[in-house]
């Protein structure tokens, strides 16, 4: 079992910038970010293994940055030049095993 705790959502103009945070319970080699708006499916934002490999939704490219403190077992989004499209509740992710765990969910909003 895994428990993922996140932090850093939160409320910011259009062309801010936002670090998102997720700590886990234990050492995971891949974990990522994901979000959600009502009425459509949980898409894929950002992810990053334990030896740096990352990957990226073609939508957050050049503006978003996933990184990891393997010490911490903690991941991080950093989001800049955002959009109202980014609004969303976006929920850390992380796999063990072929076994999805997630966080509770942060929302973030765009808006001016």
């Known amino acids: 079992q895994v428990q993922l705790v996140e932090s850093g959502g939160g409320l910011v103009q259009p062309g801010g910038s936002l670090r998102l945070s997720c700590a886990a319970s234990?050492?995971?080699?891949?974990m990522g970010w994901y979000r959600q708006v009502p009425g459509k499916q949980r898409e894929f934002v950002a992810s990053?293994?334990?030896?740096?490999?990352?990957n990226y939704a073609d939508s957050v490219k050049g503006r978003f940055a996933i990184s990891r403190d393997n010490a911490k077992n903690t991941v991080y989004l950093q989001m800049n030049s955002l959009t109202p499209e980014d609004t969303a509740v976006y929920y850390c992710?992380?796999?063990?095993?072929?076994?999805?765990?997630w966080g509770q969910g942060t929302q973030v909003t765009v808006s001016s």
């Open positions: 990053i293994t334990a030896i740096g490999s990352t």
């Open positions: 234990r050492t995971i080699f891949s």
């Open positions: 992710n992380a796999k063990s095993a072929d076994v999805n765990y």
